[in-house]
């Protein structure tokens, strides 16, 4: 049996519970073998399987994320390091960076809201040429996973800053300053929300869920964005698909002008906060 066949025969194994099975087959590979997936497919695939890799495709089969089996996952063209103790960067909330990208473009100081691995507030310093980026998370752990996303991808201390705080606790911005472009991709699923098995069994709860109506961090963030904002700042802040009217109203009551922008499948997916 090739590396071809183990291929083929774990996508078809994996499609009972993957809608990317051939993919997931692909990367888990790759990872096998310590390649990239295109030097894999290049030059690899009449070659012998690796030994690790039916242990890796029974770890996907129980639901397991590739990007944790991995350790890894691309966003806007980078690979980040991730683990359990942050969400696995999105393809829809490149949709953020868009959208800074079109608001913001000569932003010199962003501050990223939750920032997880810090795929967000990486990618719009290293995209947008910003100077000076503040990363902020209520999980000693995600901002350490965030602080090598950072040293890894070029982005030295001075430049990006990681701070432990918690914005359910009264005085967490203190010291921080001002912004002109805040980027958040907050918690949003309602709680009794059913979610993929591969959502709910491995990623964190805390960087998920937010009250009855998935509102509770909009509702305690969208209040306090204008002591953080210099003048003429931008706040883009993540939206699931149907919170476009609710977070609207959030943000229009604090006097802000919103704006929305529809991620690649054509849902609401990030709102332009002035
Ligand atoms: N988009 C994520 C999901 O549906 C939720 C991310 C979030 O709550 N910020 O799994």
Redesign the pocket.
């Known amino acids: 049996m090739s590396v071809a066949d183990a291929i083929r025969a774990a996508t078809a194994k994996l499609t009972l519970t993957s809608d990317t099975a051939r993919l997931d087959a692909e990367l888990l590979m790759a990872h096998a073998l310590g390649l990239t997936r295109s030097d894999m497919l290049i030059r690899a695939m009449q070659g012998e399987i690796p030994s690790a890799f039916n242990g890796l495709i029974e770890r996907r089969a129980t639901r397991e994320p590739v990007a944790h089996i991995i350790g890894e996952a691309e966003f806007y063209g980078r690979s980040f390091r991730i683990s359990q103790d942050v ?1 696995i960067p ?1 393809g ?2 490149e949709t953020l960076i868009e959208a800074a990208r079109e608001y913001a473009g000569n932003a010199r100081r962003v501050l990223d809201l939750g920032t997880g691995s810090g795929a967000l507030l990486i990618t719009a310093m290293l995209e947008l040429g910003i100077g000076n980026g503040v990363g902020v998370d209520a999980s000693g752990a995600a901002l350490a996973m965030a602080k090598g996303n950072a040293s890894a991808l070029g982005l030295d201390d001075d430049r990006a800053e990681f701070h432990l705080r918690d914005w359910r606790e009264a005085g967490w911005a203190k010291g921080l300053g001002r912004f002109d472009l805040i980027l958040c ?5 309602e709680i009794d929300a059913e ?2 098995p591969d ?1 709910r069994d491995f ?1 964190p709860a805390d ?4 009250g009855p109506e ?1 509102l509770d961090d909009y509702r305690i963030l969208l209040p306090q964005l204008g002591n953080l904002m210099s003048k003429n700042a931008v706040a883009v802040f ?1 939206i ?1 698909a149907a919170q476009q009217q609710s977070v609207s109203d959030i943000a229009s009551a604090c006097g802000f002008t919103v704006e929305a922008r529809n991620d690649l499948a054509a849902r609401p997916r990030a709102l332009i906060i002035r």
């Open positions: 969400l999105r829809d909330s991709n907050p918690p949003y699923v979610l993929e959502v990623e960087a998920l869920f937010s998935g993540e699931g």
